[in-house]
């Protein structure tokens, strides 16, 4: 008996996702290619970042549960189209930097937190835009269909802000934009902006603000109504917050180019840390 409930679960006890990787034998992961340090395309093309190394430990714990190997498929997606992706099943699980939101949970489910960050500003460093007061008249470019995009707009009406929003498909759009001087300043999550500096040829040459004017709890995506699937990444989750392995992921993708972890990242992981 000892080892028949020990024993993985078969195709037949298994449900939605899991049933589904255990009979295609693979699982196909979304992922954002211009979203550094959380998920991007390295120098030889292939998924590299943060939240990819969580969905490594992810696939290595549904292999344990159907007991099979499986094919891992990294299909790029859009902010555009990335909920889509999972809804039409294109995609298994998001792996990125996507933002936990109540009207996102609509439409796609999420997993227990893996980062928290807030939106800021870039700017190259001989711009003369300076804070939010400094932008009136300024062109400030975001990407579209992102939390940021609605937080810039929010800033602005607050601060009584006449500035354009320009918005754009992509985040390499945003910096090209950036570098030909068609918009002042570039918003994005700021460990993004960080990311996406430190790739460039000439980091230095890029300033990021300090403050950040909105809150932004990063988790991975999963379709709805799949608890089986969700409990597994969040097992992963929680054993890393728990095993304080994520400080390794962290310190890997983020730790050698930030000189403390922020506080609220430490709040982060003992609130997630959920006991098994």
């Known amino acids: 008996m000892i080892v028949v409930f020990a024993s993985p679960l078969s195709a037949k006890e298994l449900t939605g996702t899991l049933q589904q990787i255990k009979k295609s034998g693979q699982i196909r992961i979304g992922y954002r290619v211009s979203a550094p340090p959380m998920s991007f395309s390295d120098k030889d ?10 969905c490594k430990g992810i696939v290595a714990e549904v292999e344990n549960k159907i007991g099979a190997d499986v094919k891992v498929e990294y299909i790029p997606v859009t902010a555009d189209g990335r909920f ?61 269909a992102t ?24 985040a390499k759009e945003s910096i090209d934009a950036l570098r ?17 500096a430190l790739k460039e040829h ?12 909105s809150f932004e709890p990063f988790a991975l995506a999963v ?19 728990r095993s304080r392995k994520i400080l390794e992921i962290y310190d890997k993708w983020i ?11 430490d709040a982060m992981m003992r609130l997630n840390a959920t006991p098994e």
């Not at 093309?45 to 969580?54: K, L």
């Not at 000439?202 to 004017?213: H, Q």
Request: proline content about 3%; glycine content about 6%; overall charge negative.
């Open 45 to 54: 093309g292939n998924p590299a970042g943060y939240s990819i190394d969580i």
């Open 84 to 144: 889509k992706a999972l809804i039409d099943n294109k995609i298994d699980i998001l792996c990125g930097s996507t933002t936990k939101t109540l009207s996102r949970s609509e439409l796609v489910d999420f997993t227990q937190l893996t980062f928290v960050t807030g939106a800021s500003l870039m700017t190259m460093k001989d711009s003369k835009a300076d804070d939010s007061d400094g932008f009136e008249g300024k062109k400030i470019g975001v990407v579209k």
């Open 147 to 170: 939390t940021t995009e609605v937080a810039l707009k929010k800033l602005f009406q607050d601060t009584s802000t006449n500035a354009e929003v320009v918005l754009f498909n992509s």
């Open 180 to 196: 030909k001087k068609k918009i002042d300043a570039f918003s994005s999550d700021q460990v993004i902006l960080i990311g996406l």
């Open 202 to 213: 000439d980091p230095m040459n890029f300033v990021i603000k300090s403050d950040v004017f």
């Open 223 to 241: 379709r709805r109504d799949d608890a089986d699937f969700r409990l597994v990444a969040d097992r992963v989750i929680s054993e890393l917050y």
């Open 255 to 265: 730790g050698e180019f930030t000189q403390q972890r922020p506080p609220i990242f």
